[in-house]
């Protein structure tokens, strides 16, 4: 392990160069191991091997691979399916947020092959990009301008939904790559079917302030959210309104991430302070709660139930008991 990732328990931490604003591992297989994360004018993307996943390493060790210039500070990331580190020439490929209002799109052979391409439209602040998770040919985005963007590899807009109200997240499911959910700051979050471009069902947190959803990718029919201080659950099978909540930030949660690898395992982030929690639906207790100087994104591994974030010139990650 190097000598500056220092485990606690079952966290880790390892450096950086600068403020994390987001971190994203990548969900697919091909690629597990890469974790990216931006601050206020680079992505640095890396590879993470845990013990659980190679008996070589003792405990945890990060390699940093390369960076990436980003002209602006970095808003969010998402991943491409097409990334793959077992097949040459190997291919990194994810499109960022940036505080410019503008989409950027990377490429790299991870040699001397790099590629970045601009998608403007949006008019005001982008708070989510995601990547659609079976072909990797398009790419959503929500932003403050109230609308919901869907483009293609090449730049286009193919699709613009109009909000109610400023769009916080996007998420697609691979079990169910035709719909898009988007989640509105006003508490709505809606089901779009991307063949007919409606909408075909929604959510309702109530007349409150939503700050993030995510759509479980272990199951399709639970959705979770932040919202005012609290987490929410959904099973849109149901009911439109929530079937559970609890209390997770006493001012304000910010945001809402399931893990990938167990139903019932998500975690938050929220104030006072920077707080981020792990909460597991079958017992209602906090596995993890920890409080950092600065805080910037949350993310889980694609195989294991590790949960990271980004601090102020460090990443630190946390193992939770599936």
């Known amino acids: 392990m190097n000598e500056n990732m220092k485990p606690k328990g079952t966290s880790f931490t390892f450096p950086c160069k600068d403020v994390v604003t987001c971190v994203e591992f990548c969900p697919y297989e091909a690629a597990s191991q890469l974790i990216a994360f ?6 640095n993307v890396g590879a993470c091997r845990f013990q659980e996943e190679d008996k070589t390493v003792a405990g945890f060790d990060y390699k940093h691979l390369r960076d ?6 970095v808003v969010a990331i998402s991943w491409s399916p097409e990334t793959s580190l077992e097949v040459l020439p190997r291919c990194i490929r994810f499109c960022t947020a940036g505080a410019d209002y503008k989409i950027r799109l990377f490429s790299s052979d991870m040699k001397e ?29 929500v ?32 079990q169910d790559p035709m719909k898009l959910m988007v989640a509105e700051k006003r508490g709505t979050i809606r089901f779009y079917d991307l063949v007919n471009q409606q909408p075909i069902m929604s959510l309702d947190a109530g007349h409150v302030m939503l700050k993030s959803a995510d759509w479980c990718p272990c199951d399709p029919t639970r959705v979770g959210a932040a919202v005012e201080g609290e987490w929410m ?17 006493t001012e304000g949660a910010r945001q809402f991430r399931w893990s990938r690898v167990n139903e019932n395992l998500f975690a938050t982030t929220g104030r006072p302070g920077n707080q981020v929690k792990i909460f597991h639906m079958g017992h209602h207790q906090v596995p993890v709660s920890s409080d950092l100087q600065v805080l910037g994104g949350l993310t889980w591994h ?19 008991e599936a």
Do not use: Y
């Open 38 to 43: 931006g601050g206020q004018l680079r992505i």
């Open 68 to 73: 990436f210039h980003h002209d602006t500070q």
């Open 143 to 174: 932003s403050d301008d109230h609308t919901c963007r869907v483009w293609d590899m090449e730049g286009s807009q193919k699709i613009c939904f109009a909000l109610k109200a400023a769009g916080m997240s996007a998420r697609w499911n691979s």
């Open 113 to 141: 092959q790099d590629v970045m391409e601009l998608f403007e439209g949006h008019s005001d602040h982008i708070n989510d990009v995601a990547f659609e998770p079976t072909e990797g040919q398009l790419i959503a985005s």
């Open 233 to 249: 659950i959904w099973d849109i099978t149901r009911s439109s309104r929530s079937e559970d909540h609890q209390q997770a930030h």
């Open 302 to 320: 694609a195989f294991l139930p590790v949960c990271a974030v980004g601090s102020n010139r460090k990443i630190h990650l946390w193992i939770a």
